[in-house]
């Protein structure tokens, strides 16, 4: 079965770049969509954005100046860059797979990682 | 942006009840792209629901979803001690894709 694991710092300082990485084992990332899925603390999810992993990508417009969704399908893994960040983006952020097509869904999830933003 | 709204914030119910949780889109979506998660603290969400009705792979068929144009439900038949979790709904219909705020079905 596909598994996906997030990884990367959980400590960044405000005005630096975030960036984390998921790996896909169980099946190939040459297909589907890849999504970043975020949870601030005490608060709901929030898409973040995906990638074909052809490489085209379609971003949420609150984060879009911000956004970098990038795809390595020869380490079977998708990566995200968050730039310019500050207390806000401090959340646990998931990496999943985005069934596209006639009935998208979003299955299965990473486990997430805490990302805090502090000085 | 479609808003979806949950209710109600918090449902407090015992083992063996029904469960009845709500998802209003603020746009029509398509029944085809409205989904349920189920989320418990520390772990991966997780797919209940897709197509608004059909049952993801493994999910217990006291989970239940019906719904269309704004008004979505998600129905929990019996409640098992570990199905007290949150609930989300999610629309893939409109980017973004968005989710609910979330129904907290807890222990009462």
């Known amino acids: 079965q596909v598994q996906l694991q997030e990884s990367g710092p959980g400590l960044v300082k405000p005005s630096e770049t975030l960036s984390l990485t998921c790996t896909v084992s169980g099946d190939s990332i040459s297909s589907d969509y890849w999504s970043w899925i975020r949870q601030p603390p005490g608060k709901g999810l929030e898409w973040i954005g995906y990638?074909?992993?052809?490489?085209?990508?379609n971003y949420n417009p609150s984060l879009k100046s911000r956004v970098t969704i990038s795809v390595d399908t020869s380490k079977n893994q998708f990566s995200l860059r968050l730039t310019s960040v500050t207390a806000a983006d401090t959340a646990v952020y998931y990496c999943?797979?985005?069934?596209?097509?006639?009935?998208?869904?979003?299955?299965?999830w990473g486990q997430g990682t805490l990302v805090t933003v502090s000085s | 942006e479609i808003v979806l709204t949950q209710s109600p914030g918090t449902l407090s119910l015992s083992p063996g009840e029904g469960a009845t949780l709500s998802c209003r889109a603020s746009?029509?979506?398509?029944?085809?792209?409205l989904a349920w998660y189920q989320h418990k603290p520390g772990q991966a969400p997780r797919l209940l629901i897709y197509?608004?009705?059909s049952r993801a792979t493994g999910i217990p068929a006291r989970f239940s979803g019906s719904g269309s144009g704004t008004d979505f439900t998600l129905t929990i038949s019996r409640l098992e001690p570990e199905d007290f979790a949150v609930y989300y709904c999610q629309q893939s219909g409109s980017s973004p894709q968005t989710f609910g705020q979330g129904t907290k079905l807890e222990i009462k």
């Open positions: 999943a797979r985005d069934h596209g097509g006639w009935y998208p869904r979003i299955d299965p």
């Open positions: 197509g608004a009705s």
């Open positions: 746009q029509s979506v398509g029944s085809s792209f």
């Open positions: 990638i074909y992993y052809s490489g085209s990508t």
